[in-house]
């Protein structure tokens, strides 16, 4: 089940949500737990149970660390606790990569598992390591209800595709939380925007790159178009989800952090990381970064934690070796500006500096799209005019065609759009006008809404990048 269907908007979050609303305070977060494990079952009936596991085990993983704090059992049960998540990622996301890996380099015979990737399960198995982590640390209490800590584990707004809620920054809200009407209701406008975000934005930009991923004539100004709306695509399709999440969160009486900043706007790499999938960047730096050192044992160690972290990031996203590339490669230009070009584009001309970050993030684009590296060099050849290949299909040397001229024509007017909202410009105005007439933003609503209602009616093309991560 996702956010923009009918099956959730027309059914299961009208139902669930006058339900819980009507039940007493005691009783919500046991409704949170049995419909967000009907929210999953959905989609994966089978892998629910996974998700029990992993609840079950951090549960009690977590009553073992408080018993014997400060014991080399509590030790114990943190290694433990940290091993079975990871073996967890392992099995079902990486153990098909790893033995394609093996065979292909020892020429070996070994049967490839044909494991189905569960659904959001690097996110909900990064939260509840957390969870233990931090109450090993002593930053967060121990969760003694395990109807209270399944239903922070399964949240369904944000169990599937982020953002990644840490339970030390919402488990007062777990225990002791009230819903009011004014944040309700900017809940549901944060919704609106994601869904509109999601729906009017995100798959029309993609059905602009999936005309050009596969594009066997492509030009140099098509690979251009093309991993520009890829990179619309999924700016709005995730930043969307995340907005979703926040303004269900309100809705049910939570707070969940930011997770995106206008990062197409960033001057720098490292200021575009710091921007785009905060919660991410954030659970990296604080259990993985820090606790190799960080920026405090030299430079030398500090460059090698960034490589670390980076490549982890880059194969966090998915069991394929196009995403460890990506990862490093914003390695190696965080690397770059941590040693002398950060000076350089803070001191040189902002537009310069934005113009360096577009690029580079663009070219990112491209080691993430095409799993298959052939093909996505191929692509990234065509756009540097080097090349064709199999993406290019030999239409390198063509810089503008007229199939690319009549794409633009067409999807012209809304990658403009597109661009704009991806600056605080838009919102700035928009926020001015409501101030000054409150009585349109209820109606503008109204209409965002229907607008999203009549494009799913009439569009298939509805999907979610995240949810294979």
């Known amino acids: 089940m996702i956010f923009s269907s009918f099956t959730f908007l027309l059914f299961f979050l009208p139902l669930f ?162 819903t009011h009407a004014a944040e309700s209701y900017e809940g549901f406008r944060r919704f609106l925007v994601g869904l509109g975000k999601k729906v009017l934005l995100a798959n029309s930009f993609g059905e602009l790159w999936e005309l050009y991923r596969g594009w066997e004539a492509l030009s140099g100004f098509g690979g251009w178009l093309g991993i520009l709306a890829f990179g619309l695509q999924i700016y ?75 490549g982890l990031t880059g194969i966090w996203h998915g069991a394929s070796w196009n995403f460890l590339l990506w990862g490093l490669y914003f390695a190696f230009f965080l690397i770059l500006e941590k040693l002398f070009l950060g000076r350089w584009l803070e001191k040189g001309p902002s537009l310069l500096a934005h113009g360096y970050t577009l690029v580079a993030v663009a070219f990112s684009w491209v080691l993430f799209a095409f799993e298959d590296l052939t093909v996505g060099l191929s692509y990234l050849g065509v756009m540097l005019g080097v090349g064709g290949g199999k993406a290019a299909g030999g239409g390198a040397l063509l810089w503008l065609t007229e199939f690319d001229l009549y794409q633009l024509l067409s999807f012209g007017p809304l990658l ?15 926020g001015t006008w409501l101030h000054r007439h409150p009585w349109t933003e209820t109606l503008s609503l109204l209409a965002l809404g229907g607008a999203c209602m009549a494009w799913l009616s009439a569009d298939s093309y509805n999907p979610f990048l995240y949810f294979r991560f």
């Open 17 to 178: 949500l006058a339900v819980y609303h009507v039940l007493p305070l005691r009783l919500r977060n046991g409704m949170l737990f049995l419909g967000s494990l009907i929210f999953y079952a959905w989609g994966e009936p089978v892998y629910v149970t996974l998700l029990l596991f992993s609840t079950l085990v951090d549960f009690i993983h977590g009553l073992l660390v408080e018993r014997y704090r400060g014991s080399w059992a509590a030790k114990a049960a943190l290694f433990s606790s940290v091993a079975i998540n990871l073996g967890l990622l392992g099995v079902f996301k990486y153990s098909a990569l790893l033995v394609k890996t093996w065979n292909s380099l020892t020429g070996g015979q070994v049967t490839v598992p044909s494991l189905a990737l569960p659904i959001g399960i690097s996110f909900y198995t990064f939260q509840t390591m957390s969870y233990t982590i931090d109450v090993y640390r002593g930053k967060a209490p121990v969760q003694r209800n395990l109807i209270s800590f399944g239903a922070y584990v399964s949240m369904f707004p944000q169990l599937i595709a982020g953002p990644i809620v840490r339970y030390v920054s919402v488990h007062k809200e777990l225990d002791n939380r009230r």
């Open 416 to 430: 403009l759009l597109g661009g704009l909202g991806c600056t605080p410009w838009p919102a700035r105005c928009l």
């Open 236 to 310: 709005y399709d995730f930043s969307g989800y995340s907005d979703m999440a926040i303004g269900l969160g309100q809705i049910l009486g939570f707070s969940f952090p930011e997770n995106f900043a206008y990062p197409y706007i960033s001057r720098s790499i490292t200021e575009f990381w710091r921007r785009w999938h905060m919660t991410l960047g954030a659970w990296f730096r604080e259990y993985v970064y820090i606790p190799l050192g960080g920026n405090r044992k030299g430079r030398l160690r500090q460059l090698r934690n960034l490589l670390i972290v980076w």
